[in-house]
Nanobody, 124 residues
Framework: QVQLVESGGGLVQPGGSLRLSCAAS????????MSWVRQSPGKGLEWVSG????????DYADSVKGRFTITRDNAKNTLYLQMNSLKPEDTAVYYC?????????????????WGQGTQVTVSS
């Protein structure tokens, strides 16, 4: 069955960096476009970034553009999100999931495949 396991979150000071990982199994990872999606306390899901199966295309939400970088290693079935210059407003649980589009409304944790998420807290 499809499994997505996120890791790499933690507590970091403003301006710091973290690298998130998502280990995928149960589907053909190398041909599947993937997304990172986050959920802040009391808010809905926010699409953060997406990448095609071969890595030739990627895109970012305006709120993270220039600070976050999405990559993937298809040999390891792993998706990454390098997060630099972190801000308190980046505090959220981060999930990896299949790419459904760049609109937040396309994502619903009651549908599709989701991991348990990894908590990122940006605070001094």
């Amino acid at each position: 069955q499809v499994q997505l396991v996120e890791s790499g979150g933690g507590l970091v000071q403003p301006g710091g960096s973290l690298r998130l990982s998502c280990a995928a199994s149960g589907f053909t990872f190398r041909t599947t476009s993937m997304s990172w999606v986050r959920q802040s306390p009391g808010k809905g899901l926010e699409w953060v970034s997406g990448i095609t199966g071969g890595g030739g295309w990627s895109d970012y939400a305006d709120s993270v553009k220039g600070r976050f970088t999405i990559t993937r290693d298809n040999a390891k079935n792993t998706l990454y999100l390098q997060m630099n210059s972190l801000k308190p407003e980046d505090t959220a649980v981060y999930y990896c999931t299949h790419f459904l589009g760049i609109e937040d409304r396309k994502y619903d944790k009651k549908k599709g495949y989701w991991g348990q998420g990894t908590q990122v807290t940006v605070s001094s």
